[in-house]
């Protein structure tokens, strides 16, 4: 692999839990065949993968001073769950401790959890290896969702959020707005 690539998993693997780290390597190399079959720069893919929960291990508190101290802005759903932030923030540090500069990569950190309307492929790609990665513990149907992730990518997107919503409601987890729009975008997108 890409030197370059070598040496970011040596740096991330010091700031990942074990399992976070497994996790990260299945959503890498799951990014990775995502992008061969779907013609997307693999390198791209591989490095997004890596970097995507970067700053996942990094306690609430810390989270919301980091995002305070960088002029990162925190939503009201971010406060309640402070956990969202760690897309926000891995993009920020795969810019200012990884050094990336390539502006696709950095938003498809960022935008990892929620997704967001009209995401790019390389978006489409790190959102669905992140759930589909093969270290996943059984999620509804998700069988059915990784046949679809190299089938069709937006179908895939659209079923991944419906599950989702479906779950986050069932346990009264807060939801972000952004997820709710990325639905609605995606499920109109497949009733055309
Ligand atoms: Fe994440
Ligand atoms: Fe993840």
Redo the contacts with the bound molecule.
């Keep these: 692999m890409n030197e370059k690539i070598v040496k970011m998993q040596k740096k991330v693997k010091k700031y990942l839990d074990e399992d976070r780290y497994q ?1 990260t390597m299945g ?1 890498m190399y799951t990014a990775g065949a995502l992008a061969m079959c779907h013609k997307v720069n693999i390198d791209k893919a591989l490095i997004a993968g890596l970097l ?2 970067c700053a ?1 291990c990094i306690s609430a508190d810390k989270k919301i001073k980091i995002c305070k101290k960088n002029n990162i802005p925190i939503s009201e759903v971010e406060y309640e769950n402070p956990g969202l932030l760690h897309a926000k923030l891995g993009a920020f540090y795969a810019e200012s401790k990884y050094h990336i500069t390539d502006s696709e990569i950095l938003c498809a950190i960022r935008c ?1 959890t929620t997704g967001r309307p009209a995401m790019s492929a390389l978006d489409k790609i790190i959102y669905i290896a ?1 759930y589909i990665e093969p270290g996943r513990a059984a999620l509804p149907n998700l069988e059915a969702v990784r046949e679809l992730a190299f089938r069709d990518l937006d179908a895939c997107i659209c079923r991944i959020l419906k599950d989702s919503l479906a779950y986050l409601e069932s346990k009264n987890i807060p939801l972000d707005p952004m997820t709710e729009r990325t639905y609605q975008y995606y499920q109109e997108l497949e009733d055309e």
């Design positions: 996790h959503v995507h929960d996942k990892h992140d």
